[in-house]
């Protein structure tokens, strides 16, 4: 495919619409998977920052959904669609200032294939989502730091990016890494600190929130990366993992485009080559080590390989010259985006149809267990076949309406409490190990809390089975199984949920002030 250079502009505008466009249909009609719909209680309970992560995701839901005033799944995930959009732009004007218009249309067509940048970041609502928008513009005002006020726009977005998720830190660990190594004249510029302390004047919140709950979030993000007993197949599921988050053909490009760049067969400017490196490699490097000795998640150095697709872009524009003002598209960034239509389609059919066998078991109990796509199916159906329940329950006088949910983990929790519980009205509880109530264990605290005597509805599936009369046999003094509600998928069984009521609670769970004391006494 042969392209104009002054078509250029046009091409982009076209694929930021159409790119929006297809993200849009998507958020509205996907249902949220288990991190997603978590993320929104960080907008219905906002606070300087939270157990797993910075505040900055919950913002921006706040945001975009108008405080949830608007609440279904396309507004809550309306950063998403928006702020990739907006990556999408500057990853193409950070190619175009390297390598001209060609190499920044290859890299906005790159990034477009990301599944990472695509659908976790641009479809998706999580951390990523704000993440990736800072990263990049944090990335961009470092390409220009010679300027003293770039210099102090980097710190501005670095800190904002640490301010979405931790490992935006990584911004600041690379560009330090580059000015030690390549540019130390920088450390006798007052504006590099100048730029450190704006930086850290984003992240008070996180601190101040750290200090008043005994520094919870960095000692369960350190138990998250510290292991001990070394195996090697967390490795290969890591590499597996960002093989597939990033494009297999984006990942094989990186690597081809890194060892290029380490035998000088590349025309980028060494300065941008070699910041590019320093907050790559470090990022990729080092969860490689993590996942060395426990389980790590691919999406983790995830915004490293977006990076490295400026080198690709412009590794493919040394092998593609243009004549007569005219390019050709390379065939790998077509077979990329191929990639990523071919996963799209794949993915939503599957999700909405189950058409591709992905579970093995045919017992009640178990039936779904292994489809992973379940995580974003069926809560809609559940809440209607419950809501009919529940009304028959309460007429029967089993149950009363003012009668809440409850779950021992945070997930499926914020499904039920999204999907089941906020339709009804109906107050949704963590009742269980603190460490797995993440946050619900303060909004506990903001829903009044638990009373002795109250009953509640206690509802688990098949594919995250539990049994809560193991699990709270000691705190209420009746558990009754009330009704199975079958979900289905294209006329199928998909999955079971089993219903039940936990009557008279007798004794209180643990609270936010007990899980406090017990952080705090085993930090020391």
Not at 248 to 265: E, W
Not at 488 to 509: H, I, M, Q, S, W
Not at 510 to 521: C, R
Request: aromatic share 16%.
């Amino acid at each position: 495919m042969t392209i104009k250079e002054q078509n250029i502009n046009k091409i982009i505008v076209w694929l930021l619409v159409v790119s929006a466009l297809v993200r849009g249909v998507l958020a509205a009609w996907m249902e949220f998977g288990n991190d997603e719909v978590y993320y929104w209680t960080y907008a219905l309970y906002p606070d300087w920052s939270h157990f797993d992560h910075p505040p900055m995701v919950g913002w921006v839901i706040q945001l975009f959904s108008f405080n949830l005033l608007f609440d279904s799944e396309f507004f809550i995930r309306l950063a998403s669609i928006v702020f990739m959009t907006a990556d999408t732009y500057i990853i193409y004007r950070i190619a175009k200032e390297l390598k001209g218009a060609q190499a920044g249309l290859y890299a906005a067509l790159l990034y477009t294939a990301s599944i990472y940048a695509f659908v976790i970041t641009g479809v998706f609502i999580l951390p990523d989502t704000p993440l990736m928008l800072f990263w990049l513009l944090a990335f961009w005002m470092a390409l220009k730091s010679e300027k003293n006020q770039n210099l102090l726009f980097f710190g501005l977005f670095a800190g904002l990016a640490m301010l979405s998720k931790y490992s935006g830190v990584f911004l600041w660990l690379g560009m330090g890494l580059y000015i030690l190594v390549f540019n130390r004249k920088q450390l006798k510029n007052p504006y590099l600190y100048l730029a450190l302390l704006v930086s850290a004047i984003c992240c008070i919140p996180i601190l101040c929130w750290n200090i008043s709950n005994d520094f919870v979030s960095f000692s369960f993000h350190g138990e998250r990366i510290g292991g001990k007993t070394l195996n090697i197949s967390t490795l290969g599921s890591e590499l597996a993992g960002e093989f597939l988050y990033n494009n297999p053909v984006n990942f094989v490009l990186a690597v081809i485009a890194v060892i290029a760049a380490f035998k000088g067969k590349t025309s980028m400017e060494k300065p941008a080559l070699r910041l590019v490196l320093c907050v790559a490699l470090p990022m990729i490097g080092l969860f490689w080590f993590f996942s060395l000795t426990r389980a790590t998640l691919p999406h983790w150095n995830a915004p490293a390989y977006c990076l490295i697709i400026l080198l690709v872009a412009c590794w493919l524009a040394d092998r593609n010259p243009s004549e007569s003002s005219a390019f050709r598209l390379p065939k790998t960034i077509v077979a990329a985006l191929g990639v990523l239509l071919l996963t799209l389609v794949i993915g939503t059919v599957e999700i909405k149809t189950g058409f591709i066998p992905l579970d093995k078991y045919i017992e009640p109990e178990m039936i779904g267990r292994e489809d992973f796509t379940l995580d974003m199916y069926g809560w809609r159906q559940l809440e209607e076949r419950f809501a009919t329940l529940r009304e028959q329950k309460i007429a029967e006088g089993v149950m009363i309406a003012e009668d809440g949910i409850v779950c021992d983990q945070w997930f499926p929790l914020a499904h039920l409490d999204y999907y089941v519980a906020r339709p009804l009205g109906l107050r949704a509880m963590g009742l269980g190990w603190p460490q797995f109530l993440h946050k619900y264990l303060w909004i506990n605290e903001e829903r009044g809390g638990f009373h002795l005597g109250e009953s509640y509805w206690f509802l688990t599936d098949s594919r995250y089975l539990k049994d809560p009369k193991a699990l709270y046999q000691w705190y209420f003094s009746g558990i009754e199984l009330m009704d199975t509600i079958q979900i289905e998928r294209c006329g199928k069984p998909a999955k079971n949920v089993f219903v039940y009521t936990c009557k008279n609670l007798t004794e209180l769970p643990p609270d936010l002030k007990d899980f406090k004391a017990q952080s705090a006494a085993g930090d020391r």
